[in-house]
């Protein structure tokens, strides 16, 4: 914030206005809009310009008025929240459905379910994608592949996992109660990777990768941490719905 504090410095300074100036001005608006609330005082924007304080709604009005720069323009000096953080968390939601539009939320929607999810071609084997800058460095992406129906239909391949890597040990039963609750995981095998619910036998000695009940594979069993290395536990998953066969 601070950066937005320096530019409005240097707007000041432009315009050859000092500090009292600006409030002598702020005062004029004040008396003319009859609103004592649109009053900036000297020490306040003094605070503001070096410390990058908050401006309230009507203090920001006051200021582009007296500058005579547009509030839109105004708002360029404000940081951007994808430069200001590159949190992995999402931003606050609605409370209703909405189409989203051009903003935080869409682009914040747009790193996690790109355009290409839906067209791009389906791998024949799952696969582990690249790192990517945007995601914390415990985080990484799986792709489903055409080949691996483990959790098909409750996850489709085509569809993209995030995978939290700091979460591998396998939850025993007590911690889950339905299909929906249970942790779904992330594994490598000497065959490749795969990615579905697993159970370990009393002595933790063998690892069964567990199909769901729709799907038409089979369980696979490996001897744990000897023949398979979990990756990690799938945080979200991004459903394909749409067959990119069908894209004209």
């Not at 001005?25 to 304080?53: H, N």
Request: overall charge positive.
């Amino acid at each position: 914030m601070k950066e937005i504090g320096a530019r409005l410095r240097a707007v000041r300074q432009k315009w050859g206005l000092t500090l009292r100036e600006v409030e002598e001005r702020s005062a004029k608006l004040a008396q003319k809009w009859g609103k004592d609330s649109f009053r900036i005082s000297a020490s306040w924007l003094d605070r503001v310009e070096r410390e990058g304080r908050g401006l309230s709604f009507q203090k920001f009005i006051v200021l582009a008025v007296i500058y005579s720069i547009s509030p839109e323009q105004l708002l360029t000096y404000c940081p951007s929240p994808a430069t200001e953080s590159q949190s992995s968390e999402y931003p606050s939601g609605p409370n209703t459905t909405l189409l989203l539009t051009k903003g935080p939320l869409e682009d914040h929607a747009r790193l996690w379910l790109p355009d290409s999810a839906a067209v791009d071609p389906v791998p024949d084997d799952t696969t582990l994608l690249s790192q990517e800058n945007h995601l914390p460095k415990h985080y990484r992406r799986g792709v489903i592949g055409q080949l691996d129906k483990t959790l098909d239909p409750m996850i489709r391949p085509g569809s993209i996992v995030l995978i939290n890597t700091q979460r591998r040990a396998i939850a025993p039963r007590s911690e889950w109660t339905n299909e929906f609750d249970r942790p779904i995981y992330f594994l490598l095998s000497h065959a490749g990777y795969v990615c579905g619910w697993c159970e370990l036998d009393k002595n933790a000695e063998w690892l069964t990768l567990v199909p769901h009940p729709l799907s038409y594979a089979t369980a696979q069993r490996w001897r744990y941490r000897k023949e398979i290395e979990v990756i990690g536990r799938v945080a979200a998953v991004l459903l394909r719905l749409d067959d990119s066969s069908a894209v004209a």
